[in-house]
T-cell receptor, first 110, second 115 residues
């Protein structure tokens, strides 16, 4: 049973527009959420995180929103740039483990 | 220059052979992890270790073994019992504390191909 779900395997966005990546979770005990970015044949790199006591966290072009009642979080990238093309993973903390979503492949079109 | 190193980058193995993947970190992190990634799939946890001389099975531990004799090192052995070992293997570490400690830092990965 998947506790963290990214229902969109891929997303295509025009350069300069907003990219919105979504993630749903089932376990209300998760207390910390993270987004990672991954290029092919490389390890994931940390992007941004949010504690469950917050509903928004910003870092430059990246903003993560958390809706605890809906058990939903989203990553907004504004404006989208060609270098943002990658696979994005959502992860939730389960004490000392991270539970990972399956990833969403973001393609930024010129 | 702190980070995680994995070696080798590419590894080829004949069926029936055991092979060990190396993972070293100089971040002074307590926790280390091994993941497997298959094409089009997310990261699946193989084993993790919170402290030296202790480790726990993840979701897909069958056919794998690990050791944690030193804080810096967490090698993974892919045994001949692993039915489908061809995959991309990722090692990670974290400080293991709450909040920002959940952030895991990843190595560059090892692509294992069984011939």
């Amino acid at each position: 049973d998947q506790q963290v779900k990214q229902n969109s395997p891929s997303l295509s966005v025009q350069e300069g527009r907003i990219s919105i990546l979504n993630c749903d979770y089932t376990n209300s005990m998760f207390d910390y959420f993270l987004w990672y970015k991954k290029y092919p044949a490389e390890g994931p790199t940390f992007l941004i995180s949010i504690s469950s006591i917050k509903d928004k966290n910003e870092d430059g072009r990246f903003t993560v929103f958390l809706n605890k009642s809906a058990k939903h979080l989203s990553l907004h990238i504004v404006p989208s740039q060609p270098g943002d093309s990658a696979v994005y993973f959502c992860a939730a903390s389960d004490y000392y483990q991270l539970i990972w979503g399956a990833g969403t492949k973001l393609i930024i079109k010129p | 220059d702190g980070g995680i190193t994995q070696s080798p980058k590419y590894l080829f193995r004949k069926e029936g052979q055991n092979v060990t993947l190396s993972c070293e970190q100089n971040l002074n992190h307590d926790a280390m992890y091994w993941y497997r990634q298959d094409p089009g799939q997310g990261l699946r946890l193989i084993y993790y270790s919170q402290i030296v001389n202790d480790f726990q099975k993840g979701d897909i531990a069958e056919g794998y073994s690990v050791s944690r004799e030193k804080k810096e090192s967490f090698p993974l052995t892919v045994t001949s019992a692993q039915k489908n070992p061809t995959a991309f293997y990722l090692c990670a570490s974290s400080s293991g504390t709450r909040g920002a400690g959940y952030e895991q830092f990843f190595g560059p990965g090892t692509r294992l191909t069984v011939l």
